[in-house]
Every structure is written in C-alpha cells, then in structure tokens.
C-alpha cells in the first residue's frame, strides 16, 4: 500500500493563490493514478482534479478549471495542485487519493474508484 501526506492549506483572500502538496511512501508511486477531491461541512465529496501515471494526461471539474494545475513529480513521489484565483466556495478541506492502475494514461475522476486516502489539509478563501 501507499500513505499519502496532504500539505500546504491555509487561509488565504480571495483572489489569492495557494498550492498543495500530497507526498507519498514507498517506492512504487509511479504506478498510481492520482487525484484531488474537496468537501466543505454539510457538502458531499467533490471531484476536483485527477492525473494519470505518466502526468500526460490531467482532467478538472468545470468548477475549478482554468484556475487550478494538477502536477506530478514521481522522482519525489509526490503530486501538486496549484490553486490561482481563489473563490470563498472554494473552502474546504482538500484530499489526495491513490489508486494503482495498468495504464499509464488513465484518469479517475470518481471517489469510489480510489482505494487510499490522505488525512486531509484544510483551505479557507475569505471574502
């Protein structure tokens, strides 16, 4: 299995930028599709951003895209999402998760489709 280490949250206005970090053990990272998903209090689960193996190929929810970047660097086993013009409905705390897969291509965009999860780091956008 993978443990995955979600950093970088914070208060920031809106408008501003933030990037997280999600660190990763072990030495097989570069076979795991890779995603950011969100939840605010009360709210469901939300997709935000997903990249494949081999960092090609990246997909975002129309709620967050042209404003975040999903990045990998499996040399430091770890993924990126850079957030630029930050909204109040962006808050949330934001979670990274992992999931091993044969392709190199494929993107996953689905909560239930990834098996480990990191704790979680907390954003928050004042208005």
């Known amino acids: 299995q993978v443990q995955v280490v979600e950093s970088g949250g914070g208060l920031v206005q809106t408008g501003g930028s933030l990037r997280l970090s999600c660190a990763a053990s072990?030495?097989?990272?570069?076979?795991?599709?890779m995603g950011w998903f969100r939840q605010a209090p009360g709210k469901e689960r939300e997709f935000v951003a997903a990249?494949?193996?081999?960092?090609?190929?990246?997909y975002y929810s129309d709620s967050v895209k042209g404003r975040f970047t999903i990045s990998r660097d499996n040399a430091k086993n770890t993924v990126y999402l850079q957030m630029n013009s930050l909204k109040p409905e962006d808050t949330a705390v934001y979670y990274c998760?992992?999931?091993?897969?044969?392709?190199?291509?494929?993107?996953?965009?689905?909560?239930?489709?990834?098996?480990?999860w990191g704790q979680g780091t907390q954003v928050t956008v004042s208005s």
């Open positions: 998760a992992a999931r091993p897969v044969l392709s190199v291509s494929v993107v996953l965009t689905a909560s239930n489709e990834y098996d480990f």
């Open positions: 072990g030495r097989t990272f570069s076979i795991y599709a």
């Open positions: 990249i494949s193996r081999s960092g090609e190929n990246t």
